[in-house]
């Protein structure tokens, strides 16, 4: 039995596996979530707010793409699929992980005083720790390395996750008081162009570059090359889209902060 | 007839395991070369101020050089894989094997005569089973692949011939079928088990070895290389089951060259 999906050299099957790694991981990220919920405040309806619930969703998310038959799936067979965990894994589950998480509420830059903090939340770092990650695990020798081993895999996925959690943390919890919306903003939009170049390198190869999916046992339907140009679309796109949503969000929401403070200097004393 | 030293070492000789994935040494090659290229990065030393800046340029010295890496398919596709010296990424055969005939049905239910049909052609021999859930279509699917890419007087200069070793389930509707969907124009043929066993002990290939109860669903074991027969009429080179497109993209012109000499 595999504890963690990784690539096998068995024809792909619909027959259903256990991966009780997986299992474990997710329970582990459940039981500190609702361990840190219990923590984080004495308010009965704690349990009540909106955001906290966007941690449900994130988490359904991470676990249906690291378990069977996502996961085998993107292990061992697929480039498209395996491209659809990085997406989830390091850009859509992260923030959602992020928002439902309880933080303790400090005033802006508080909390990031320590010089390490303050180095390792740097959107600088935290943006080219992201890149650098995301490209060095689509290189074909990465991938094809780790991939065929179940540790390999799960530090692969791990990985993601944890250079997405880095990435969205400065994004979306208020470390830096200089690090306001406008460059949040700017931060997405860097994003964006950093990974066209591994979305372009995957896109726009001649031939299948990864050496995991070409040889695999074939899925009917889609030759070794139409799947990894769907994974490279499907980069460019899904992470296009993920940052649209994340800059709307984060425009409105400066365009409504902006609009109360105006009102509140606008209207008359008294 | 004695079947000739076999320059495969029993047929299975050329393939290794890379990760539990059987891999051709040359693909084992590529990787430790790639491992060598990689190598550990040593950055400047760290003084005790501005060590947050230091890191800074650390980690953008490191983005670059994975962007160079990446960008330049360093260990990737473009990596050379050759496990021989002459520039071919096939295993040499030593001796080259002749391309002594046989004759078995082609899926039109003609005679198939090996030498006297394939004679002066670049011919691409592969023994396999349309059941097989692996090596056998990757092998087709890439070989039908990589010949799309070259022009037509390319192509009419290099035959696939597909030999079934499961004669029992691959009707010659079905191999024919597969065989299209694979790729174009490809030969398949068949006979009795037994003489497609002599066929490749001829050739230095082991037999294929079915499971004791067939039902109607199971894998047979057989050799999992291509046998490049070049124009002169002999196989110089061996293509395991690891075998890439970018190795057949590189190997076919040489191949076709190699005759020609």
Do not use: K
């Not at chain 1, 256990?18 to 997710?26: D, E, I, K, N, Q």
């Not at chain 1, 361990?35 to 676990?63: H, I, K, N, Q, S």
């Not at chain 2, 696939?160 to 029992?168: C, G, K, W, Y």
């Amino acid at each position: 039995m595999q504890w963690w999906c990784a690539a096998q050299n068995a024809a792909w099957s619909w027959t259903w596996r256990a991966y009780p790694g997986v299992w474990l991981f997710m329970l582990v990220i459940a039981v500190a979530w609702v361990l840190r919920l219990r923590a984080a405040g004495t308010r009965p309806d704690r349990f009540r707010e909106p955001r906290r619930w966007a941690f449900v969703p994130g988490w359904l998310l991470m676990w249906i793409v690291l378990d069977w038959p996502v996961g085998a799936l993107g292990a061992g067979y697929l480039a498209s699929v395996h491209m659809v965990q990085f997406l989830v894994l390091a850009l859509i589950a992260p923030p959602l992980l992020l928002l439902g998480w309880p933080h303790r509420s400090a005033p802006a830059g508080e909390a990031a005083r320590s010089s390490g903090v303050r180095f390792f939340t740097h959107p600088l770092t935290t943006l080219g720790v992201f890149t650098a990650v995301t490209i060095a695990t689509h290189l074909p020798v990465t991938t094809d390395r780790l991939m065929p081993s179940q540790l390999g895999a799960f530090t692969i996925d791990t990985v993601w996750l944890g250079a997405g959690l880095l990435f969205w943390y400065p994004v979306l919890i208020p470390l830096h008081a200089w690090f306001g919306p406008p460059l949040r903003i700017a931060c997405l939009f860097a994003l964006m162009v950093l990974m066209t170049a591994p979305g372009a390198m995957i896109t726009f190869s001649d031939l299948p570059i990864y050496a995991t999916y070409e040889l695999a046992p074939p899925i009917p339907g889609v030759t070794p090359l139409e799947d990894q140009r769907i994974a490279g679309i499907g980069m460019r796109l899904g992470g296009s889209m993920t940052c649209w949503i994340a800059i709307s969000i984060l425009f409105l929401r400066w365009a409504r902060d902006e609009e109360r403070l105006l009102r509140r200097e606008l209207a008359p004393p008294g | 007839m004695t079947p000739p030293a076999s320059p495969l070492g029993g047929g299975q000789g050329a393939q290794s395991t890379v990760h539990g994935r059987p891999c051709p040494d040359l693909a084992t090659a590529a990787y430790r070369a790639a491992r060598r290229q990689s190598g550990p990065v040593r950055w400047p030393g760290h003084g005790p101020s501005s060590a947050g800046r230091r890191t800074v340029g650390s980690v953008a010295r490191l983005v670059a050089l994975i962007l160079f890496h990446g960008l330049t398919g360093c260990g990737g596709a473009g990596e050379p894989s050759a496990g021989s010296t002459d520039g071919f990424r096939g295993v040499p055969l030593v001796p080259p094997i002749p391309r002594s005939d046989f004759t078995l049905t082609d899926t039109e239910g003609r005679a198939f005569h090996f030498a006297e049909e394939t004679a002066g052609r670049l011919t691409l021999l592969f023994f396999g089973y349309t059941n097989c859930p692996d090596i056998c279509p990757v092998h087709m699917a890439n070989l039908g692949q990589v010949l799309e890419r070259f022009p037509q007087d390319v192509r009419s200069r290099v035959r696939v011939v597909f030999v079934s070793t499961d004669p029992e389930r691959d009707t010659p509707a079905r191999i024919r079928a597969w065989l299209d969907a694979m790729g174009r124009g490809f030969t398949g043929l068949r006979g009795p088990l037994e003489e497609v066993n002599r066929i490749q002990a001829r050739f230095g290939l082991p037999p294929a070895a079915l499971p004791a109860e067939t039902g109607t669903a199971y894998t047979v074991g057989h050799a999992a290389q291509v046998l490049a027969f070049t124009p002169d009429d002999s196989a110089h080179y061996a293509y395991p089951f690891g075998t890439r497109q970018v190795d057949w993209l590189h190997d076919l012109p040489r191949l076709l060259a190699l005759g020609a000499r």
